[in-house]
């Protein structure tokens, strides 16, 4: 009986027919093709989880995961057992996913310089236009409104560390059961009418950290431990629907933007390589009022996921997308093997590797590098034995699959960025210097042979993260011996080297990058105000200059170039430079403090003080706004007012030294000795000699003063 069973049953269903393994047999009946059932007005709930590898989860057969939710989910659902991604980074994934087309297709390539257009359509836009309801609530920077995907929702939910100054490796991101609070609470204020949410996830994203007790679950494995985090953080979104059963009014979407590597193939998280670890992800659809329980095995890819929403809304298709609806195959029945198109484009834009792109299709995997790899994923799951060289007829079969797709294909053309936005990826560890693009690749740009550098640059993300900075800055300088042309290496170069204390060598380290990649706006902004720290303001209005000129001109360029006017005393360039920058982002507080410093060098006091609290109303935890305010207080002879700005400065930031120095000296002008006292000592002690030398000097003669009297 037992060998009998073991062999392949072959059923006739209809035109269909399935090939059944032996231990399908108990699910047979749920083979049969059922109706396609469409309902309009159904809610939609998508969840994305972000970093989240298909065989992490238990319905995926992972059976050291604690996943109870989602494992729920795909058992009353359709599970999707082949599903991909299309890119391998959070952004370009989610825009793949939210507007049904290609990287290509929309044009973000990568997380850093890349904004998703406006004007084209998302699964918000369309089912906003159908009068829903619309929400999102992401938890991680690299989804922030300002990269575009916010367009159709009338809440874009990203307030996770707002506020808050970026500062280099602080990650901005919130937990997975605070972005499900944000959103039941939304949901529950729903009004009448279908709505449309999505909840994004982002704890399995390194670094793994997950909380009790989760932590204590999985000691050895804390991605997992986070992932079983992310699971339970989703039990209060998903229990309605899951217990709603067949009555249940909403479609839940379930799927990860991408997986993580760790540590196979050499690559210890994501964004290099486009291996099954990163490619392979969950797809969940649950709909019991339209879906029956099953198991999908065909190739799908995220192209196919707003297609299928808007078929079973039973709304039209939108022309010219490159997906199509899974409803067919949800019901059970066959279809034409589409191939999936992927690309890992991250090596290129951030470290001058070659790019990748590939193809699956039929069980087969291409990726198209300088040297190309071919995978039976069947036979060889892991992806171990490379068979490019011995069989030749599949890779070219692949190859010319591959090609269909990349003829529609422009090339990566990045955005402008911000610094903020630079500051805060560079947090992320998405370096975010820029390759030149389209030259010739040869195999030692591969980044198979380059894979080892890729974990010495996160190595020396985590040393610095840790507070290692020499460990950090030892470990990048050898990588830069080894490939001196990486910009993203050059940058970790310098900013080491600056918190070092090491400014000349950070300065000539960015020289370095500007050189290899001149065409890259933001690592040029970043030597202009290095070169300003370190008093070359001339050098810096001349290095911008190119880029300043273009009407696009960036953020970063305009506010180092601006700065360095000020520097030189030429404050009238200055503030036209600034007048530029609050155009570009009129939303940005700094730069209106960075104005209002130029205007007080021009004695407008007034247009200084406008500027200043525009921007204290649009964030109130600048401290250098307050501080600027407390001068023109002291200027115009409010005292009190002077003295008011300066202690909020101090408490929005202790260990500002400027603040410090003026409080200080105001309270010992006021004859308040006992209370300018701490601050003046607290100053003498912790202030850079190198920056205030003089001010130091005072600060003890005053200091010794008192004491003798
Ligand atoms: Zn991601």
Not at 80 to 108: C, E, K, M, Y
């Amino acid at each position: 009986m037992k060998g009998r069973s073991r062999r392949p049953v072959v059923l006739i269903v209809g035109a269909a027919l399935l090939v059944v393994a032996a231990g399908a047999w108990a699910a047979w009946p749920r083979l049969v093709p059922r109706e396609v059932r469409r309902e309009a007005g159904l809610n939609v709930l998508l969840v994305t989880i972000d970093t989240l590898r298909a065989d992490a989860l238990g319905a995926y057969g992972d059976p050291r995961a604690q996943t109870p939710w989602i494992d729920r989910l795909a058992q009353g659902g359709v599970r999707f057992a082949r599903a991909h991604a299309h890119n391998v980074v959070t952004l370009p994934s989610h825009s793949n996913i939210l507007s049904g087309r290609h990287p290509f297709g929309h044009g973000v390539r990568d997380n850093a310089g890349f904004r998703f257009p406006r004007g084209t359509d998302t699964l918000a836009t369309i089912l906003k236009r159908q009068g829903y309801h619309t929400a999102a609530f992401v938890s991680a920077f690299t989804l922030d409104s300002r990269f575009g995907l916010d367009a159709g929702f009338d809440v874009y939910d990203d307030g996770f560390a707002e506020g808050d100054a970026p500062t280099a490796f602080a990650l901005p991101e919130r937990s997975g059961v605070e972005t499900v609070a944000a959103a039941r609470r939304w949901l529950a204020e729903a009004g009448a009418g279908p709505y449309f949410c999505w909840v994004h996830l982002y704890d399995p994203h390194a670094p793994y950290q997950p909380p009790e007790p989760y932590a204590s679950r999985f000691p050895d494995d804390p991605y997992r431990g986070e992932v079983a985090a992310a699971d339970a953080a989703l039990g209060a979104l998903l229990e309605g629907a899951l217990a709603a059963g067949k009555a249940g009014r909403t479609l839940v979407v379930l799927t990860g933007d991408h997986g993580e590597s760790l540590g196979e193939h050499g690559e210890r998280t994501h964004g290099i390589f486009a291996y099954e670890t990163t490619l392979h992800v969950p797809l969940i659809l649950f709909a019991p009022r339209l879906l029956d329980p099953r198991v999908v095995e065909d190739e799908v890819g995220h192209v196919d996921v707003l297609p299928t929403v808007l078929d079973a809304l039973g709304l039209p298709l939108p022309a010219g997308l490159p997906g199509r609806s899974l409803l067919s195959l949800a019901t059970g029945r066959a279809a034409r093997a589409v191939p999936t198109y992927f690309e890992a484009l991250s090596g290129q834009t951030t470290r001058g590797w070659a790019p990748l792109h590939g193809v699956t299709t039929g069980g087969w995997k291409f990726v198209d590098l300088p040297l190309p790899e071919l995978y039976d994923l069947a036979a060889d799951p892991r992806e171990e034995r490379n068979l490019a060289a011995s069989r030749p007829a599949e890779r070219e079969r692949l190859r010319a699959a591959l090609s269909a797709f990349r003829a529609q294909d422009r090339g990566p053309a990045r955005s402008g960025e911000d610094p903020e936005v630079r500051d805060k990826l560079r947090a992320l560890g998405y370096v975010s210097a820029a390759a030149p693009l389209g030259k010739r690749y040869t195999p030692d740009d591969d980044p198979k042979r380059l894979i080892d550098l890729d974990a010495a640059i996160e190595t020396v993300i985590a040393r610095h993260r840790a507070g290692d900075v020499l460990g950090a800055l030892t470990l990048c300088e050898e990588v830069v011996a080894r490939r001196p042309d990486m910009p993203a290496a050059l940058l970790q170069l310098a900013l080491l080297r600056r918190k070092a204390g090491q400014l000349a060598p950070a300065v000539e380290a960015l020289r370095r990058a500007v050189a290899v990649s001149p065409e890259d706006e933001g690592t040029a902004a970043l030597l202009g105000s290095y070169l300003n720290e370190a008093g070359q303001p001339a050098e810096t209005v001349r290095l911008l200059e190119p880029y300043a000129v273009r009407p696009e001109a960036g953020l970063d360029t305009l506010v180092a170039r601006g700065a360095a006017f000020a520097q030189l005393g030429r404050a009238r360039e200055a503030r036209a430079t600034f007048d530029r920058a609050i155009a570009a982002d009129p939303s940005r507080a700094l730069t209106l403090v960075q104005r209002a410093t130029v205007e007080m060098m021009a004695h407008d006091d007034a247009a200084a003080r406008a500027d200043l609290e525009a921007a204290v109303a649009r964030d109130d935890r600048l401290a250098l706004a307050h501080h600027t305010l407390g001068l023109l207080a002291a200027r115009r002879g409010d005292d009190a007012e002077a003295e008011r700005r300066f202690r909020r400065a101090l408490a929005l930031d202790p260990a500002h030294y400027d603040a410090m120095l003026n409080l200080g000296s105001l309270l010992a002008r006021r004859g308040r000795r006992a209370e300018a006292r701490p601050y003046l000592e607290q100053f003498a002690a912790g202030a850079p000699p190198s920056v205030y030398a003089h001010e130091i000097a005072r600060a003890r003669a005053w200091l010794g003063k008192i004491a003798s009297n």
